[in-house]
C-alpha cells in the first residue's frame, strides 16, 4: 500500500514568516514530487514540482526532496494572508505509468 | 481548451437515478485521473487512464462505479443507482505523462463536478 503521510494541521503562521510543511511517503519507487494548493470550495492547483534530490525555488516557494529518507518538504517564504489554504502532497512513479498518490493535506493558516 | 474542462459544475440527483460526469483534458494529453473528495476530506483516487493502456481502476469504490475514455479524448464517469455516500466534488485531472519518462508529469486538474444525491 503506497502511503503518502502530512500532518493536517492546521498550521498557524503569522504574516511574514516562513512556513514549513512536510510530507513522507512509503513508495522507494516514487520519482516525482508535487506540491499543490487548494482554497476551500475551489480544485486544487501545482505550486511546485521536484524530481532530484535537494532544494527547487520558485520565488517565495521552496521544495526540498530528501529520496533517502523518503522526505518532501515545502517552505513558504514570507507568508501572506492570501497562502492560507490546504497544501496537498503528490508522489508518482512515472516510470511504472502509475497513478498519484496524494497526502490528506495540511491546512496553512497565515494570521495578519 | 486551455484547461480541463468538467461538466456539470453541479448535479443534483435522487437517490437510484444514474448519472454521468464528462471531463475533458488538456488537448494532447495522455493521462487523465478521477478523483472524488467528500467535504473537508482529501482525495480519494477512482481510476487513472493512460494513452491505450488498460485503465487502473484499482480506486473505484464499487460495481456501480465505472469510466471511459477514448483515445487520448474526453472521459465518463457512470455512477448507478446513486446513494447518498456518493456526494462528493468528482475532479478530474490530465497530464502528458508517458510512462518511463521524467518530463512533463505535472497534472492539471478541472474545477470539478458537484454532486449532492438527495
Known amino acids: 500500500q503506497k502511503e503518502v503521510e502530512q500532518n493536517s494541521g492546521p498550521l498557524s503562521v503569522p504574516e511574514g514568516a516562513i512556513a514549513s510543511l512536510n510530507c513522507t511517503y512509503s513508495?522507494?519507487?516514487?520519482?516525482?514530487f508535487f506540491w499543490y494548493r487548494q482554497y476551500s470550495g475551489k480544485s486544487p492547483e501545482l505550486i511546485m514540482f521536484i524530481y532530484s534530490n535537494g532544494d527547487k525555488e520558485d520565488g517565495r516557494f521552496t521544495a526540498q526532496l530528501n529520496k533517502a529518507s523518503q522526505y518532501v518538504s515545502l517552505l513558504i517564504r514570507d507568508s501572506q494572508p492570501s497562502d492560507s489554504a490546504t497544501y496537498l502532497c503528490a508522489v508518482n512513479a512515472y516510470n511504472y505509468g502509475q497513478n498519484f498518490v496524494f497526502g490528506p493535506g495540511t491546512r496553512l493558516s497565515v494570521l495578519p | 481548451g486551455a484547461g480541463v474542462s468538467q461538466s456539470p459544475s453541479n448535479k443534483v440527483t435522487e437517490k437510484g437515478k444514474d448519472v454521468e460526469l464528462r471531463c475533458d483534458p488538456i488537448?494532447?494529453?495522455?493521462?487523465l485521473y478521477w478523483y472524488r473528495q467528500r467535504l473537508g476530506q482529501g482525495l480519494e483516487f477512482l481510476i487513472y487512464?493512460?494513452?491505450?493502456?488498460?485503465?487502473?481502476k484499482s480506486g473505484l469504490p464499487s460495481d456501480r462505479f465505472s469510466a471511459e475514455r477514448t483515445g487520448e479524448s474526453v472521459s465518463t464517469l457512470t455512477i448507478q443507482r446513486t446513494q447518498q455516500e456518493d456526494s462528493a466534488v468528482y475532479l478530474c485531472a490530465s497530464s502528458l505523462a508517458v510512462v518511463g519518462s521524467n518530463k512533463n508529469t505535472e497534472a492539471f486538474f478541472g474545477q470539478g463536478t458537484r454532486l449532492t444525491v438527495v
Open positions: 488537448s494532447g494529453h495522455t493521462a
Open positions: 513508495d522507494r519507487g516514487s520519482q516525482s
Open positions: 487512464f493512460q494513452g491505450n493502456s488498460a485503465p487502473d
